[in-house]
C-alpha cells in the first residue's frame, strides 16, 4: 500500500499530463460540488485539487469521487490527519503548497501520490534528493513567476513542476511554455461567483478554454 517518493513522483507526473490545467478548488457547499465536478470534467480538465481549507472539502471529494472521469485530489495537505483524511475520503492524490518530512512521510505511508511543493532552489533540491523529481511551484506569481522558474531549469532539469498560485488565463502559456512545467494549477476556472450561482455551463466554458491552452 505505500508509495516510494520515486513511485508518486511517477504517479504526479501521469496525472500532471493529463491536462494543462488542474482547477484549484474552494468548496464552501459539498452539494454542489459533483456538479461542479461534472462541469470541469466535461470541459477538459478531469484532475481536480479541492483544497483542504474549507469545512465542506472532505465531503466535496467524497462527492467528486462518485464522478465519472474524474480524478480527484486534496490540496492544502498540512498535517498527518488531513493525509488520513483525505485518504479516507477518496483522494486519489494529495497537494501541499510546502514539504515537511510529516507531510511527506504520511503520504508516502498512505500510499497517496504526493505533489510536494517548493518556492527555492534549495526545497526543489531537498525533495530531489527524497525522490520527489515532480513538485508543485508556489507561489508561482509571488517568487517570481515564469522567469524564475526558467531559471531552475538550467541547474535542475531533472525537476518538472506544476506552477500555482497566481496563474490565471493571462499568464498560464508563459507557463507551459518553459521545459520545466508539466501543467499549471489554478482557481480561476472555478470562481466563487458562478459556483455559487450553479452557472455550471459558464464553469465547462471556462475548462474548455483552460483545456485548449497549449504546452
Ligand atoms: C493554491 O491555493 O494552491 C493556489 O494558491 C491557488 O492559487 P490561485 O487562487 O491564485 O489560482
Given amino acids: 500500500m505505500s508509495l516510494t517518493p520515486r513511485e508518486a513522483s511517477e504517479r504526479a507526473a501521469e496525472l500532471c499530463r493529463m491536462a494543462p490545467v488542474i482547477p484549484v478548488l474552494v468548496v464552501e457547499d ?23 481549507r474549507t469545512p465542506a472539502a472532505l465531503d466535496a471529494i467524497r462527492a467528486m469521487a462518485e464522478v465519472e472521469g474524474g480524478v480527484v485530489g486534496a490540496g492544502t495537505l498540512i498535517t498527518p490527519r488531513d ?5 479516507e475520503a477518496g483522494a486519489r492524490f494529495g497537494v501541499s503548497p510546502g514539504a515537511t518530512e510529516q507531510i511527506c512521510e504520511a503520504c508516502e505511508r498512505a500510499g497517496l501520490p504526493l505533489l510536494p511543493g517548493a518556492a ?36 535542475l532539469p531533472q525537476i518538472s513542476f506544476c506552477p500555482t498560485g497566481g496563474v490565471a488565463l493571462r499568464n498560464a502559456a508563459d507557463y ?38 497549449p504546452r
Wanted: proline share 6%; charged share 20%; glycine share 10%.
Fill in 120 to 155: 527555492t532552489a534549495t526545497e526543489a533540491m531537498r525533495l530531489l534528493e527524497r525522490g520527489y523529481d515532480v513538485q508543485k511551484f508556489f507561489p508561482a506569481e509571488a517568487i517570481g513567476g515564469a522567469p524564475a522558474l526558467k531559471s531552475l531549469a538550467g541547474p
Fill in 30 to 52: 459539498a452539494a454542489s460540488a459533483a456538479d461542479l465536478a461534472r462541469a470541469l470534467i466535461s470541459g477538459g480538465l478531469p484532475v481536480l485539487e479541492v483544497t483542504l
Fill in 176 to 213: 507551459l511554455g518553459l521545459p520545466n512545467t508539466l501543467c499549471v494549477g489554478g482557481s480561476w476556472v472555478a470562481p466563487a461567483d458562478k459556483v455559487r450561482a450553479g452557472d455550471w455551463d459558464g464553469i465547462a466554458a471556462l475548462a474548455e478554454e483552460a483545456a485548449r491552452l
Fill in 83 to 87: 493525509v488520513e483524511a483525505a485518504v
